[in-house]
């Protein structure tokens, strides 16, 4: 990305500020790289403007009618430029072609030029073009660039005159944002152990991480009972044939442990955690998400305990109890305080098991608590939208139906998913009937995800139409 420059204040004024990625500093180290960032540097320092036209731009044209009619380059140059243009030169799009080789008098101005390497200097009154529309002239009331520099206090009592001046290395010290860092925190005792709780926990983790975790983030696994295991290090998420979202997606255990769960140290699961945000830097900035059951509550030794690691490693504590098996569960029990004194959210999945089974709310529920977490970590565009979510209430009903609306701010990348228990329980006829009533059959467009109990529709560009839809199920 070119660096710019933003300028608010007028001819003479300094700017407000530069503007560049990190990446031309640390990607690119050459002259060329150098000259772009200097022309930025001195339009900031000086208040002084391009000297050179752009295209689209009617009040700065890539060419311009001269003195004598003829289309001109709209630039300034000391002298004739040689350029090659293929196109007409009235067209506000039509860029003139210079290059170095046809060019070798060409000595200012660098304003204009950055990339040809003999532009080293600045037009001054002697080879200024005060004719050509550029915003140079236009704001500074056709001065050259020197006319304007020499105005400045860098310039006044003999300072920086021809002759006086050193060479010397430039040194930039730049500050870039770092790529969130998550450890998810499971706990892996006995209490998993019934009905579907740990395969619910295991596909919820699987599609978080695979499917809804931004790319580029940083992501680590820590399961916890007596004591914590890393199951898998701070990684970065990357997508293709050669990806780790998989990896670390997959890396629960197939079962759970047989530990019961009075023995978890959730002490021992934050020590391991911070152990793993800790690698290649500081802690500080980190996200935990802790999943564990019960009710949420930890004893008062334990949570001051815990509260000074949280604080002392400056890292965000989001919490999920899974499930929430306490029948009267007390306010404000532990984790909650924690996650909120760092700054983090906590999320309740009640237990909805019978018998030997867990209902698909547990799941679907356990999916949100991740999702809703992770919108306090990145920004909600990075992340998919739910715009409609209906349960089947299940019985002798066939037909589960519900209407939604696919607003203009959502884009055409809409997926419909549906989540089962068991992929038996979802009939063949999956029907969207758009906004002008037309029925799409989905028969040929349907993706099942078997690990995550999922089975997804995507529609194409073509068939997205904004306004009111309908979706019906066949059971």
């Given at each position: 990305?070119?660096?710019?420059?933003?300028?608010?204040?007028?001819?003479?004024?300094?700017?407000?500020?530069?503007?560049?990625?990190?990446?031309?500093?640390?990607?690119?180290?050459t002259?060329?790289?150098?000259?772009?960032?200097?022309?930025?540097?001195?339009?900031?320092?000086?208040?002084?403007?391009?000297?050179?036209?752009?295209?689209?731009?009617?009040m700065?044209?890539?060419?311009?009618r001269?003195?004598?009619?003829?289309?001109?380059?709209?630039?300034?140059?000391?002298?004739?430029?040689?350029?090659?243009?293929?196109?007409?030169?009235?067209?506000?799009?039509?860029t003139?072609?210079?290059?170095?080789?046809?060019?070798?008098?060409?000595?200012?101005?660098?304003?204009?030029?950055s990339e040809?390497?003999?532009?080293?200097?600045?037009?001054?009154?002697?080879s200024?073009?005060?004719?050509?529309?550029?915003?140079?002239?236009?704001?500074?009331?056709?001065?050259?660039?020197?006319?304007?520099?020499?105005?400045?206090?860098?310039?006044?009592?003999?300072?920086?005159?021809?002759?006086?001046?050193?060479?010397?290395?430039?040194?930039?010290?730049?500050?870039?944002?770092?790529?969130?860092?998550?450890?998810?925190?499971?706990?892996?005792?006995?209490?998993?152990?019934?009905?579907?709780?740990?395969?619910?926990?295991?596909?919820?983790i699987?599609?978080?991480?695979?499917?809804?975790?931004?790319?580029?983030?940083?992501?680590?696994?820590?399961?916890?009972?007596?004591?914590?295991?890393?199951?898998y290090?701070?990684?970065?998420?990357?997508?293709?044939?050669?990806?780790?979202?998989?990896?670390?997606?997959?890396?629960?255990?197939?079962?759970?442990?047989?530990?019961?769960?009075?023995?978890?140290?959730?002490?021992?699961?934050?020590?391991?955690?911070?152990?793993?945000?800790?690698?290649?830097?500081?802690?500080?900035?980190?996200h935990?998400?802790?999943?564990?059951?019960d009710?949420?509550?930890i004893?008062?030794?334990?949570?001051?305990?815990?509260?000074?690691?949280?604080?002392?490693?400056?890292i965000?504590?989001?919490?999920?109890?899974?499930?929430?098996?306490?029948?009267?569960?007390?306010?404000?029990?532990?984790?909650?305080?924690?996650?909120?004194?760092?700054?983090?959210?906590?999320?309740?999945?009640?237990?909805?098991?019978?018998?030997?089974v867990?209902?698909?709310?547990?799941?679907?529920?356990?999916?949100?608590?991740?999702?809703?977490?992770?919108?306090?970590?990145?920004?909600?565009?990075?992340?998919?939208?739910?715009?409609?979510?209906k349960e089947?209430?299940g019985?002798?009903?066939?037909?589960?139906?519900?209407?939604?609306?696919?607003?203009?701010?959502?884009?055409?990348?809409?997926?419909?998913?549906?989540?089962?228990?068991?992929?038996?329980?979802?009939?063949?006829?999956?029907?969207?009937?758009?906004?002008?009533?037309q029925?799409?059959?989905?028969?040929?467009?349907?993706?099942?995800?078997?690990?995550?109990?999922?089975?997804?529709?995507?529609?194409?560009?073509?068939?997205?139409?904004?306004?009111?839809?309908?979706?019906?199920?066949?059971?």
């Amino acid at each position: 990305m070119r660096p710019w420059t933003l300028q608010t204040q007028g001819c003479a004024k300094p700017g407000d500020y530069i503007s560049m990625g990190y990446e031309l500093l640390v990607q690119n180290t050459t002259e060329s790289t150098g000259r772009l960032v200097g022309v930025e540097w001195i339009k900031y320092r000086y208040g002084v403007f391009s000297e050179v036209g752009s295209p689209g731009s009617p009040m700065h044209p890539p060419h311009y009618r001269a003195p004598d009619a003829s289309w001109t380059p709209n630039s300034c140059a000391n002298t004739p430029l040689n350029t090659h243009t293929d196109c007409d030169p009235s067209s506000l799009t039509c860029t003139p072609t210079i290059r170095q080789e046809d060019n070798l008098g060409l000595t200012s101005s660098v304003m204009a030029f950055s990339e040809i390497p003999s532009a080293v200097e600045l037009c001054d009154e002697g080879s200024h073009n005060h004719d050509a529309p550029t915003r140079q002239n236009l704001i500074c009331s056709s001065k050259s660039i020197w006319e304007v520099m020499r105005a400045s206090t860098d310039f006044q009592n003999n300072r920086n005159v021809e002759g006086g001046l050193l060479e010397s290395e430039v040194v930039f010290t730049y500050l870039r944002p770092q790529a969130p860092r998550i450890v998810l925190l499971i706990e892996d005792t006995n209490a998993m152990n019934v009905q579907k709780r740990w395969d619910f926990m295991r596909k919820a983790i699987q599609k978080t991480v695979t499917y809804d975790i931004p790319d580029g983030y940083n992501v680590g696994l820590v399961v916890f009972n007596s004591m914590a295991t890393i199951k898998y290090q701070l990684t970065t998420l990357t997508d293709g044939p050669s990806g780790t979202r998989e990896k670390v997606g997959f890396s629960l255990p197939r079962n759970p442990s047989k530990e019961g769960q009075q023995r978890r140290c959730i002490i021992c699961g934050l020590r391991k955690t911070l152990q793993v945000l800790g690698q290649g830097g500081p802690t500080a900035g980190g996200h935990i998400i802790l999943i564990t059951g019960d009710s949420g509550t930890i004893g008062e030794a334990e949570s001051i305990e815990a509260q000074k690691l949280i604080g002392d490693s400056q890292i965000t504590l989001h919490s999920i109890v899974y499930p929430l098996t306490d029948k009267f569960p007390r306010p404000g029990g532990g984790l909650e305080y924690l996650a909120a004194h760092s700054g983090g959210h906590t999320f309740i999945v009640p237990d909805e098991g019978y018998g030997s089974v867990s209902r698909l709310g547990m799941y679907y529920n356990l999916l949100d608590g991740l999702y809703h977490t992770l919108t306090t970590i990145a920004p909600r565009a990075a992340l998919p939208v739910k715009v409609h979510s209906k349960e089947h209430p299940g019985g002798l009903k066939q037909m589960s139906q519900g209407s939604f609306v696919v607003d203009p701010a959502l884009g055409v990348d809409t997926v419909f998913a549906i989540f089962y228990y068991d992929v038996t329980h979802v009939g063949n006829q999956i029907h969207l009937v758009n906004p002008h009533g037309q029925v799409i059959d989905t028969v040929n467009m349907q993706k099942e995800y078997h690990n995550i109990n999922m089975i997804a529709v995507r529609l194409d560009e073509a068939q997205v139409i904004l306004g009111f839809g309908n979706i019906r199920l066949k059971i």
